[in-house]
């Protein structure tokens, strides 16, 4: 029993003299960072259906039948290069709350679905229509950096921001007269995702004649690390 105790104090004593192990080692800390400009690659239209109805059947039903129609729609306008993308589908009961007091009226049955394509894709207002022509939709329209891209870039930017990082140490290092230096920690920021560049929405009744002349920003994808150098 004595021995565990001994351990244990043994034990905390070394935390503090570890801490301050670590405070006495000289650093410095230098931050890297590397950026690129891309112009969004990828073009979202995204609709969210709902329908009510008194029976189960009735609004999955009427729900697949829409999205059935939009899917037969795109293929008959031969829209070129997309992926239509059907998720979060669920079935509730539609309650109804009304002075205090909660009612069962039917059920109501919801369902997102994402048409993905290029944003250079010309086909983009013939896709707009496909909505318009398929029933009560509404949907908006995001341009962004697909996920493909990102990745492709993820390993060029840190090595860039490494770079950046070391670049910065060695001036320091060789302006102050610091001898040996060499890493102690490195720490990449979490990344941020900015949102998409542009965003249209349009209801079914737009007028199906108007052209879709979009224009879009480039993108600043960016990496930052943080690095520390003892000597």
């Known amino acids: 029993m004595k021995t565990i105790f001994g351990l244990l104090a043994g034990l905390l004593l070394s935390l503090p003299l ?3 192990q670590v405070q006495q080692i000289p650093l410095i800390e230098v931050e890297g960072y590397a950026e690129r400009k891309v112009a969004p690659d990828e073009a979202v239209f995204s ?8 029976k189960v059947n009735d609004a999955v039903s009427t729900l697949n039948k829409k ?18 993308v059907a998720d979060n589908y669920s079935v509730d009961v539609n309650r109804i709350y009304q002075n205090g007091t909660v009612k069962d009226s039917g059920y109501v049955a919801r369902q997102n679905l994402r048409i993905v394509t290029s944003a250079t894709n010309e086909d983009l207002q013939k896709i707009a229509e496909a909505i318009q022509k398929a029933g009560d939709m509404s949907y908006n329209l995001q341009f962004g950096v697909a996920e493909a891209t990102r990745k ?14 070391e670049a ?13 230096l060499r890493v102690f920690h490195v720490s990449v920021e979490a990344q941020f995702r900015p949102q ?12 199906e004649s108007s052209n879709m002349l979009i224009q879009t920003d480039e993108e600043t994808i960016t990496k930052r690390v943080f690095v520390k150098y003892t000597y």
């Open 18 to 20: 570890s801490a301050q």
């Open 196 to 207: 998409p560049m542009y965003l249209m929405s349009a209801k079914a009744s737009m007028d």
């Open 47 to 54: 609709i969210s259906l709902e329908e009510k109805k008194l």
């Open 168 to 180: 910065r140490a060695t001036l320091i290092g060789s302006t102050l007269n610091l001898k040996g």
């Open 152 to 165: 492709s870039l993820e390993t060029t930017l840190l090595t860039e921001a490494l770079k950046d990082a």
């Open 67 to 84: 999205t059935q129609a939009l899917a037969d729609l795109l293929k008959k306008e031969k829209i070129r290069d997309y992926k239509l």
